[in-house]
């Protein structure tokens, strides 16, 4: 049968069902917010906007439980009391078992992600053990709801290395990605704040949220000399010299789609930097940003690797294609340059080849 784009009314339906998930659902752990966000995630790198069933592998999911939990397992800090810094809590029983695995591996291996993902035995035993933990935790259990089950994103077969997301979840993932996981992060939050074993640690803090998840302002100044080498000291958009002064700019703003991918930053002024804001650059600058990353594909990957950073530019241009077709689908803008701007239209598909 011909996948099809899910109506008006299942677009609201399915984001009902969310809300209810999330409102009814039984969290005695953060895994299933993690759950979620990874789905989310994983529609967007692995999807599309057909409207089929998506098979998403347990070890896809489970390395995405890696990263979550990666900055989690830092010890946090209060405010005035270094010597009080310890790993939150993330679940209202011993201690998370994803939780501990990170940090047994951080601590015995390297405290860089990237180091480990390329230690393949170390890397293969971590995932298989979270994958374990997310077969018997969150994925059966994600739907079961108090005194009844809501299986609308796929069916709960309680076994097995995939799931099948229904016809229409990816598609409703990929266009609500933002709201869906801005709703589980900030569930995640308030979850983590109410546990007893983290309130006398937390206090009052405000900063919770960037300190789990990070933001669009953490430290970039690794990236800084390796785009100014590439980009030969020029701004990525309008090539004007920029002299040491240049901004790391998230090509797909981090409004977008939160995840710090290392192909995706470039080296703007800041006039370019603030007149494009959070919206996508124009066609030109997409061809440009794509013919970079493919020339110095090679040099990129050696200099991330060097920084412990995650790169995957197949996953960046997937993801890429996904925010300019969500922009064109609600006849969004993109900045053309200077003060310029423009509908999208579909011209963009012919240079990702989607």
Not at 248 to 267: E, G, I, K, S, T
Request: aromatic residues 10%.
């Amino acid at each position: 049968m011909t996948p099809r784009v899910p109506s008006a009314e299942a677009q609201i339906d399915f984001l009902s069902n969310m809300q209810t998930l999330l409102d009814e659902g039984q969290f005695v752990a953060s895994y299933k917010f993690a759950l979620l966000i990874a789905l989310a995630d994983l529609a967007v790198e692995l999807g599309d906007d057909t409207g089929r069933e998506l098979e998403i592998p347990v070890e896809k999911i489970a390395e995405k439980f890696v990263a979550y939990y990666w900055r989690q397992a830092a010890p946090w800090s209060p405010v005035g009391r270094a010597d009080a810094a310890r790993v939150l809590a993330q679940n209202t029983g011993k201690a998370a078992e994803v939780l501990t695995r990170v940090l047994e591996v951080r601590e015995r291996v390297s405290a860089y992600e990237s180091d480990v993902r390329r230690n393949h035995q170390e890397w293969k035993s971590l995932i298989s053990r979270v994958k374990r933990v997310v077969t018997v935790m969150p994925l059966w259990k994600l739907q079961t709801l108090r005194g009844r089950k809501l299986e609308f994103l796929y069916e709960n077969q309680a076994t097995g290395n995939a799931i099948v997301l229904r016809p229409g979840v990816a598609f409703n993932l990929r266009r609500f990605h933002a709201l869906v996981t801005g709703l589980a992060r900030s569930a995640w939050v308030q979850f983590i704040r109410q546990l007893d074993k983290n309130q006398s640690l937390l206090g009052q803090a405000v900063d919770l949220e960037d300190f789990l998840f990070g933001t669009p302002r953490a430290d970039l100044s690794d990236f800084r000399p390796i785009l100014t080498d590439l980009q030969k000291d020029q701004c990525f958009y309008c090539e004007a010299r920029l002299h040491g002064r240049g901004a790391v700019d998230h090509f797909v703003p981090w409004r977008r789609y939160p995840v710090d991918l290392a192909h995706n930053f470039v080296l703007a002024d800041a006039g370019c930097n603030s007149r494009k804001s959070d919206l996508l650059a124009d066609v030109p600058f997409l061809e440009r940003w794509l013919r970079r990353n493919g020339d110095a594909k090679d040099e990129l990957a050696s200099r991330f690797t060097a920084i412990h950073v995650p790169h995957d530019l197949d996953v960046s241009r997937q993801v890429t294609g996904w925010a300019y077709a969500q922009v064109e689908q609600t006849g969004g803008q993109v900045w053309a340059g200077g003060k310029s701007y423009r509908t999208l239209g579909g011209d963009w598909r012919a240079i990702i080849g989607t």
